[in-house]
């Protein structure tokens, strides 16, 4: 079946830097990527919409200056959390679909700490 | 991974009836999520459930759960053409996701 990878599995850093995360469909072009961010014990909120190419389309209440996604290839996307603060402290997870957009796959996710 | 189960796999129903969907899972969980992607789009979350919580609504919307039975129903009331989507559920056990298949549901005009 169809893979998608995420790199880093987790992170840690400090308040102010930011951290890029990457989301990668190994085996499959993915000409559609969703990014999504759960906080414990709660559900996953749709971040943000990607295709391949074009500017990604932001969910209401999603800072697009502080997630900023690009989505160069049809392989790779990545997601940028700018100046992090303790409160963007979460799990990301991408995932991604083909031509067709019928059925997602999903990253592992990426577990990021702000101290 | 997905291990959930839901029926049915499709479902087409007209405008204005009720939609049921079923879940069951295999494992203990801390909530149970129901979700809806419509073609293309990403998944968006529509109720999220408590092991120690039997129903909620929002809405359209009426979800119970039966932990004794390991299953959860999803009902959408007086259905509408915008309804017509993907419904996921997702059991969250240990901080770890776990997908049902999906019920395609169709409603006719």
């Known amino acids: 079946g169809a893979v998608v990878s995420q790199h880093p599995s987790w992170v840690i850093c400090k308040s102010g830097t930011s951290v890029k995360i990457e989301c990668r469909s190994l085996?499959?072009?993915?000409?559609?990527m969703f990014w999504y961010r759960q906080f414990p014990k709660q559900s996953l909120m749709l971040m943000a919409t990607?295709?391949?190419?074009?500017?990604?389309?932001?969910e209401q209440g999603v800072e697009k200056d502080k997630f900023l996604i690009n989505h160069a290839s049809l392989t790779l996307s990545t997601l940028t959390v700018t100046s992090a603060h303790p409160e963007d402290s979460s799990f990301y997870i991408c995932?991604?679909?083909?031509?067709?957009?019928?059925?997602?796959?999903f990253g592992p996710g990426t577990r990021l700490l702000v101290l | 991974s997905q291990q959930g189960e839901e029926d049915p796999q499709a479902l087409s129903i007209q405008e204005g009836e009720n939609a049921t969907m079923n879940c069951s899972y295999k494992?203990?969980?801390?909530?149970l999520q129901w979700y809806r992607q419509n073609s293309g789009r990403g998944l968006v979350h529509l109720i999220l459930?408590?092991?120690n919580e039997r129903e909620k609504h929002s809405g359209r919307l009426r979800v119970t759960l039966d932990t004794s039975k390991k299953s959860s129903s999803l009902l959408i009331t007086a259905s509408r053409a915008a309804d017509t989507a993907s419904y996921f559920c997702?059991?969250?056990?240990?901080?770890?996701?776990?997908w049902g298949a999906g019920t395609k549901l169709i409603i006719k005009p």
């Open positions: 995932s991604a679909s083909g031509t067709g957009g019928q059925t997602q796959y």
């Open positions: 085996d499959f072009q993915a000409t559609t």
């Open positions: 990607s295709n391949e190419g074009s500017k990604a389309t932001y």
């Open positions: 494992t203990s969980i801390n909530n």
């Open positions: 459930i408590r092991s």
């Open positions: 997702a059991t969250d056990s240990n901080y770890q996701l776990i």
